[in-house]
């Protein structure tokens, strides 16, 4: 089980979005690779990247922010955000990142996953945002007429590593995560799913860690972690005895 701290990019900057509005975005660092080194030396063990503003231009626009973290961290990273092509993708994984996130192409060009999930088996993931139940791409921007689970059933032998589920209308704001959807996904899907979208407190740690979520494998903590209502400690704490416990 994997707590993920999110670092999200805009012009350069390490910033937070409620519900996915660019024009509500706050700045939490001025620094993104000096926040990546910090949330490592707390004791987390994979990073979340967002280029915010690569998807909405299609393609990686905080290409030098993204670097510069790569070149500070030694934990695994993954990114989404603009990311529509091979070329992209192979970009991006030669330059280090562990595993790339494909959402908009994943309902506009599911060949790409496919392809990309075969080429790099493990590496592709698949960001599914959903605002009342349907896909949300191009940065939000837009809505689809698909749900959730009929594109994720689109991958079930694609290969792909996991499914990032977010409840746009809990992002960013501390609603707390939409734990029934998210576990309703898991369990319709053999692919691994990630809870992402208003984590809010170590109340979701502990909702990640009961019996129901066992199919889950992870989730993204953000603005908690940042306005500090999340310990990382006492977080880490939790998940790291959950491991040890699932061992025995």
Same mark, same amino acid.
């Given at each position: &089980?994997? #707590? ?17 509005? &660019? ?14 080194? =910090? ?5 987390? =063990? ?18 030098? =922010?993204?670097?510069? %973290? #790569? ?14 092509? &091979? ?22 060009? @599911?060949?790409?996953?496919?392809? =990309? ?17 349907? %896909? *949300? %791409? $191009? ?20 290969? %792909? ?19 029934? *959807?998210?576990?309703? #996904? ?23 860690? $009961?019996?129901?979520?066992?199919? #889950?494998?992870? !989730? ?11 310990? @990382?400690?006492? !977080? ?13």
């Amino acid at each position: &089980m994997i #707590l993920f701290p999110a670092i999200d990019l805009k012009d350069g900057l390490c910033v937070r979005l409620e519900q996915g509005d &660019m024009a509500r975005a706050k700045v939490f660092h001025r620094d993104p690779a000096a926040q990546a080194l =910090a949330f490592e030396n707390q004791g987390f =063990a994979y990073l979340h990247m967002v280029d915010l503003d690569g998807a909405f231009a299609g393609k990686p626009v905080n290409a030098a =922010a993204v670097e510069h %973290v #790569l070149e500070a961290v030694t934990i695994p990273v993954q990114l989404g955000g603009g990311i529509r092509d &091979m070329k992209t993708i192979e970009g991006w994984l030669t330059k280090g990142v562990t595993r790339v996130i494909i959402g908009t192409a994943a309902v506009r060009d @599911p060949s790409l996953v496919r392809e =990309a999930a075969r080429e790099y088996p493990e590496r592709v993931a698949v960001g599914l945002d959903a605002r009342d139940g349907k %896909v *949300a %791409v $191009q940065g939000w921007a837009e809505t689809s007429e698909l749900t959730v689970s009929e594109i994720a059933r689109r991958f079930e032998d694609a290969g %792909v590593a996991a499914i990032i589920y977010t409840d746009i209308a809990r992002d960013g704001l501390l609603k707390g995560i939409n734990w029934d *959807a998210t576990i309703a #996904l898991a369990d319709e899907i053999s692919i691994p799913v990630i809870a992402s979208g208003g984590l809010a407190s170590i109340e979701d740690v502990k909702a990640l860690l $009961q019996p129901r979520a066992k199919k #889950l494998q992870g !989730a993204i903590a953000g603005r908690a972690l940042y306005d500090g209502r999340l310990d @990382p400690a006492e !977080a880490l704490k939790l998940t790291r005895e959950y491991r040890e416990q699932a061992r025995r």
